[in-house]
């Protein structure tokens, strides 16, 4: 198996499944008692929370842990809109589900929203975020980085603006964090959404970054825990494996990054040599060193990757009963549907060699040879 979509999920780090497999057996304690295992447990949920604060440059006690990027974009939306009772957001056209579905909900309860328009890159224009702010805005949420091309939005000019307007901003940033350096204060947010399974943690856990002074009404009540802003006993053991993550990313992205951007152009430059007819989804240069979403224009990419079974990567077209749909995100940035079709997405990872991206890109224009015979 080839694995090419490390932005779907990453294996977890050996170092990281070691942090975690101590507090799985030996340091069971509950964080909550007043005893030396409870104490033990305690101190390493603070040890964690201040690897996630000192990654993203914030407090320690600015972080919240979650069950996920879910659960924390959830919390965001929904808190702020009943922290306010009314109110109007703004969002781009191109988030998450876990954003725009909890968007859908509140609407249905009603609220308001502008769903910003992005270019043919995938970015949002930080002039539409100004011309879309009312008197009523609560919150603007838009990405850091797109799951499907890897563009990266211009957060800091839209920070800005929403500082200038003394509205609150939130950024998913489930896709970037430990991709790239990510400095809440750099880029002027006051919710910020991590997922530990994108950077080599395990699936279930994340953290959401909450700027002093802001408030926002939990999904969960209970016994209190996180500052109250997320109630149930504390996950010791994941939580410590995303702290781990996190502190190896600090290590990790400077020669990662570097890494991933050589290995990325070189399956770009690969395929684009077997295909010339070739298209790139996105930004060739603002956006993820590891993401590279293409369109192999009069195929399908289901009908690629479907013949591929030793390949694991992605499509940027999602099927259902047998047709391809292109993807929201493909037909928002104005893809010819013809285009979004035949997209695929491929995105490495720490363990990618040159020798699997030189056997993918193989893999692939072989398939294409085969489809057109």
């Not at 797109?146 to 839209?158: F, H, Q, V």
């Not at 395990?202 to 999904?219: D, E, F, M, N, S």
């Not at 289901?302 to 292109?326: N, R």
């Amino acid at each position: 198996m080839i694995y090419l979509d490390y932005n779907a999920t990453t294996p977890v780090a050996p170092e990281v499944a070691a942090a975690l497999q101590a507090y799985l057996h030996q340091e069971f304690g509950n964080p909550g008692s007043d005893y030396p295992l409870g104490r033990s447990a305690r101190e390493a949920v603070d040890r964690a929370r201040g690897q996630v604060a000192a990654l993203l440059k914030c407090l320690p006690e600015e972080i919240v842990f979650t069950s996920g990027a879910t659960e924390a974009n959830n919390t965001v939306l929904k808190g702020v809109a009943w922290h306010f009772r009314q109110g109007h957001f703004i969002v781009s056209a191109v988030e998450h589900p876990s954003v725009r579905q909890p968007l859908g909900f509140l609407l249905a309860e009603g609220f308001d929203a502008t769903i910003l328009p992005v270019d043919g890159q995938g970015r949002v224009d930080p002039e539409d975020v100004r011309r879309a702010l009312r008197p009523d805005t609560i919150l603007i949420s838009i990405m850091h980085a797109n799951n499907e091309t890897g563009g990266i939005m211009p957060l800091p000019e839209i920070g800005g603006i929403a500082r200038e307007a003394g509205v609150w901003f939130h950024a998913d940033a489930a896709q970037s964090v430990g991709k790239i350096p990510v400095s809440v204060a750099e880029l002027g947010v006051d919710f910020l959404t991590l997922a530990g399974h994108k950077f080599y943690a395990p699936k279930g856990v994340g953290a959401l970054y909450v700027r002093t002074g802001c408030h926002l009404l939990p999904l969960l009540h209970g016994g209190g825990q996180e500052g109250g802003r997320r109630a149930g006993t504390e996950n010791v053991p994941y939580i410590t494996a995303l702290g781990e993550a996190c502190r190896l990313s600090q290590e990790w992205l400077a020669q990662t990054g570097n890494e991933l951007l050589r290995l990325r152009d070189l399956l770009h430059e690969r395929l684009r040599a077997g295909f010339p007819e070739l298209v790139l989804n996105g930004p060739a240069q603002e956006r993820l060193p590891n993401t590279l979403n293409v369109s192999f224009p009069g195929f399908s990419g289901g009908d690629i990757l479907g013949g591929i079974p030793e390949l694991a990567a992605s499509l940027g077209a999602a099927c259902h009963g047998g047709v391809d749909v292109p993807s929201p995100v493909l037909t928002a940035m104005g893809v010819a549907p013809a285009v979004a079709r035949g997209a695929v997405r491929l995105s490495l990872g720490r363990p990618t060699t040159t020798q699997e991206v030189e056997q993918g890109a193989k893999l692939l224009l072989d398939r294409i040879e085969r489809l057109r015979k």
